[in-house]
């Protein structure tokens, strides 16, 4: 997977919010952010949890990305592996 860069972070975070963006890239292209889409729940609850332990509560997480605490609270929960899906 691809480094995250500043440049990787700053472009998945212009897709992730104009999803208009994403007419503009060619086949390979969005191959690529689905490739790097793909571990998003890990990848949210791997922050949350950082971002709380560092202090921040879930309702002020929420605030600053635009959700709701409690959605925050429900990131901060393991991930569900594929051997616990029946």
Do not use: C
């Amino acid at each position: 997977m691809t480094d995250l860069t500043p440049e990787v972070i700053n472009a998945l975070v212009r897709l992730m919010s104009d999803p208009t963006e994403l007419d503009r890239l060619q086949p390979d292209e969005l191959f690529a952010v689905l490739a790097a889409a793909k571990g998003g729940r890990k990848t949210l609850h791997d922050v949350t949890v950082r971002l709380n332990s560092a202090g921040y509560t879930f309702a002020q997480i929420g605030e600053r990305v635009g959700a709701h605490e409690s959605t925050v609270s429900r990131w901060a929960k393991p991930p569900k592996t594929s051997e616990e899906t029946p």
